[in-house]
């Protein structure tokens, strides 16, 4: 069965004066796919993100996010995706089950879906005894599964996630991405940006950024083929290191 496409962007520019932060993007992503998004800082990952979650307009392009326009439709976007990222996830001040809530609100779930979720949260985490603890007390890797299983408690069509891992140590890092596998298998399409290039080989398919466009598109398996390489950091190296 063929998978419905969930982001379309065609021709994306995104453009700062004189400076193009997105010349000319062009992809597709699946339901329930895994997409990586590659690239050094300053490549224009965060900005077409922005775009892709109706936070920021594009100069140009054809873009759909869930089906949603992102000039016309923004509203309708944000109700069907999550985001997460590690500089901002949780509310440090807040408890954990304050999070919850917060969150559940936001993504317009009702009191009794709330209460629910919240309780299954608590549960899957085992943090039942500390559901009044401060969200600062929690070890950071407790901070981002939690902080991406909240942002998922919605059902949204797809997550964002905006280097999700950083800082975080490497046994830490692979209970996330099993995090990341069960929501893409429950049809959920993730759209991930990192530094890891070994998170790389985690993804269905990658795109590597280069100075605001895309210089590679395609799984991770046929990428180190055709640029005869080991691993994704091979890749990497090859395409933007000149």
């Known amino acids: 069965m063929r998978q419905n496409i969930v982001i379309q962007a ?20 699946r339901e329930g796919e895994i997409f990586g998004f590659l690239g050094a800082n300053g490549a224009g990952k965060t900005t077409a993100i922005k775009i ?16 949603y326009d992102v000039y016309t439709q923004t509203e309708f976007i944000k109700r069907n995706i999550g985001y997460m990222s590690q500089k901002f996830s949780l509310y440090n001040d807040l408890t954990i089950t304050e999070n919850i809530r917060f969150y559940g609100g936001i993504y317009g779930l ?19 005894p500390y559901r009044n603890s401060l969200i600062k007390d929690l070890p950071l890797g407790w901070r981002q599964k939690l902080a991406f299983s909240i942002a998922i408690m919605h059902s949204p069509k797809i997550v964002f996630l905006d280097e999700p891992t950083s800082g975080v140590d490497p046994a830490i890092r692979r209970q996330f991405w099993e995090l990341i596998y069960e929501a893409s298998s429950k049809g959920i ?42 691993d994704i950091y091979g890749v990497f190296l090859k395409l933007v290191i000149k």
Not at 52 to 67: D, E, H, Q, R, Y
Not at 204 to 210: E, S
């Open 10 to 29: 065609e021709h994306l520019y995104k453009r700062f004066g004189k400076f193009t932060a997105n010349d000319d993007l062009n992809f597709s992503v």
């Open 52 to 67: 892709l979650c109706g936070l920021s307009k594009p100069t140009s392009g054809i873009i759909k996010v869930a089906g």
């Open 110 to 128: 009702s009191l009794h879906a709330i209460k629910s979720r919240t309780e299954e949260l608590l549960k899957q985490f085992s943090l039942i």
């Open 189 to 230: 399409t993730v759209f991930v940006t990192t530094h890891y290039m070994d998170e790389a080989e985690y993804c269905h398919r990658v795109t590597i950024m280069h100075e605001g466009k895309i210089v590679a598109i395609d799984s991770p398996k046929r990428l180190k083929e055709k640029f005869d390489s080991d």
